[in-house]
């Protein structure tokens, strides 16, 4: 059975140079060629969802300049309903300019362009006001303006679609996340952003500290642990999963592969454990292959590498 997903999120043309050491402020270094492919994670996760076999409708925002045709295109080529993405005249996409040096670290310069115009007078005009579009689940990033998460949240509770949010790039403190946090029925943060939401240094295991975000509102927390997989906290005990011992050559992606499984294995009502470890796989398998879009991975990959890794 397919399941039927709606991201509500940020479409970014991705500029990638590697270097050999990242520049200083004034400083010029030349880099190896530029290497351009679809990015943003609102579209990162539909493209993963896409290739993991749900139906994805996207709703989004583009410029009407080349790489927002590029990144329609790709949306596309994935079998995406592109309807619900805009194009806006006079505007350009959202950018992202990354340099990376070759042991991974890097810097990244975001110009998110048409994602930021995404406000609530146009979410409603892009979804005629159903955000939820018959979809089962209704998966959010934090890409785009937090007031319209807030209404994309609210408007996917109404029609009784699951909300998941990845509450990624997490921002500085605003009382409307919190707002948003009461809104959402599953969340899904990595270490860094668990501890920005509690707002201290975290103590204690990552199952107490799931749980304590679930305090915030979610009635399902699940919080990725590279490598060491994730750990959920929901109606039930707390749960962890060890993840999947892989080759990894570049985490990118992983976490996008993630959300996208869980969202659409929660969105079929399959059992957390089942959809937490299929996340889990689906994240290892993205982490085996360098690139964000190019490495998310489709259903027949995550299911050779569960039943090869059989519990
Ligand atoms: P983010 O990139 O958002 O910080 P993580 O790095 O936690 O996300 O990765 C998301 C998920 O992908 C993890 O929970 C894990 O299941 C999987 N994953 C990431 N890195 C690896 C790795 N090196 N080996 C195996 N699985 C990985």
Not at 120 to 132: Q, W
Not at 161 to 179: K, Q
Request: with cysteine; aromatic share 2%; hydrophobic share 45%.
């Amino acid at each position: 059975m397919d399941g039927r997903l709606v991201v509500v999120g940020s479409l970014n043309m991705d500029l990638s140079v590697t270097v050999p050491r990242l520049p200083r402020p004034g400083e010029t270094v030349s880099g190896a060629d530029v290497v351009r492919g679809p990015g943003g994670k609102g579209g990162n996760q539909a493209v993963a969802a896409a290739r993991l076999g749900a139906r994805v409708r996207m709703v989004g925002l583009l410029g009407d300049d080349a790489h927002g045709g590029e990144l329609r295109a790709a949306l596309v080529a994935e079998g995406i309903d592109d309807r619900a993405v805009g194009t806006l005249p006079d505007t350009p996409s959202g950018l992202a300019l990354i340099v990376v040096r070759h042991d991974g670290e890097n810097t990244i310069t975001l110009s998110p362009g048409a994602n930021d115009r995404l406000d609530e007078s146009a979410l409603r005009t892009l979804t005629a006001g159903t955000v939820a579009h018959r979809a089962d689940t209704v998966l959010l990033q934090l890409e785009v303006p937090l007031p319209t998460v807030l209404a994309a949240a609210r408007a996917a509770r109404a029609a009784g679609a699951l909300t998941v949010l990845n509450a990624a790039p997490l921002p500085a403190p605003d009382p409307l996340l919190y707002e948003l946090l009461r809104e959402v029925d599953v969340l899904i943060v990595n270490e860094t952003e668990a501890a920005g939401l509690l707002g201290r240094p975290g103590g204690g295991s990552w199952t107490a500290r799931a749980e304590q975000l679930r305090r915030l509102g979610p009635g399902t927390v699940v919080v990725t642990l590279g490598a060491a997989g994730a750990v959920a906290a929901g109606a039930g005990s707390p749960l962890t999963e060890p993840g999947f011992p892989v080759h990894a050559v570049d985490a990118v992606g992983a976490g996008d592969a993630f959300c996208a499984q869980l969202a659409l294995a929660l969105g079929q009502k399959r059992p957390l454990a089942d959809a937490v470890r299929g996340a889990c796989a689906a994240g290892a398998v993205a982490a085996t292959r360098p690139g964000a879009q190019r490495a998310l991975p489709t259903r027949a990959e995550v299911d050779a590498l569960l039943a090869r890794d059989p519990r």
